[in-house]
């Protein structure tokens, strides 16, 4: 198996994303993207990849306005292939700040770019915590889901939809913690996989999540059958 590992950045409008590339049996990947938009001043990105193996990174960056007044961080979070069960993990460990003086609007997204054919079954978790650091009523809130789990674009699982939460003056509030485990999706994925996080924050609110999100191929009808005779006609060796 040949791998080539290469990284490089890529800016687009009003989004800037870092990318790290990565090629494997089984998968064809070319790595995590990290993106972040904000109704907040333009702010600029930075990403630290660690190969892990030739199947798997890590990485911590951020996004940040001048003067930190918005700022979007994460740490450890990790993207790779299990070539040997077909699966696909990857996770988005966040921390949304807001000390600027209004509400502000995020976006985050981590994508693991690639290709993988036949059905999957999916499974994810999340959970988090609101911190409203200012004198008045915070909160946090979102149009439509506030976590996304996505093949090329499109969700397959959403959380939080349409939330509506509320923290006192300097107070801790729990968002919950939400799971789903083999959850069947047809179809491929062409382009990636991503988790994405849309929310609405309070001026001097903070947020945090642990989020998690895999995939697995399932074997198309086809394939089964070659396998069953396969084992059929090892049995017959055996005997």
Do not use: H
Not at 16 to 22: C, D, E, G, N, Q
Not at 135 to 143: H, M
Not at 215 to 222: G, K, L, M, T, Y
């Amino acid at each position: 198996m040949k791998v080539n590992i290469k990284n490089c950045a890529v800016i687009l409008a009003g989004t800037m994303s870092l990318i790290t590339s990565v090629a494997t049996a089984g998968f064809t990947s070319s790595g995590c993207v990290y993106t972040v938009t904000s109704s907040a001043a333009g702010g600029s990105l930075s990403n630290i990849t660690t190969d892990l193996s030739p199947t798997a990174w890590m990485n911590s960056g951020g996004w940040q306005t001048a003067g930190s007044t918005a700022s979007v961080t994460w740490v450890n979070n990790i993207g790779g292939w299990n070539s040997v069960t077909a699966a696909g993990f990857m996770n988005a460990n966040i921390v949304v700040r807001n000390n600027t003086t209004l509400t502000q609007d995020f976006v985050f997204t981590a994508a693991m770019n690639g290709t993988a054919t036949g059905s999957f079954l999916i499974s994810g978790s999340l959970g988090g915590e609101f911190v409203n650091g200012s004198g008045s009523l915070g909160q946090l809130t979102s149009t439509g889901p506030l976590w996304s789990a996505l093949f090329d674009g499109v969700a397959v699982r959403t959380e939080l939809n349409n939330a509506l939460l509320f923290a006192p003056p300097l107070q801790v509030l729990s968002v919950g913690n939400f799971n789903f485990s083999n959850i069947p999706v047809s179809g491929s994925i062409g382009q990636q996989a991503a988790i994405r996080f849309s929310l609405r924050l309070t001026a001097g609110g903070e947020v945090s999540f642990t989020s998690a999100f895999s995939f697995q191929v399932v074997p198309a009808p086809a394939a089964l059958a070659v396998f069953a005779v396969a084992g059929l006609f090892g049995s017959r060796r055996r005997r």
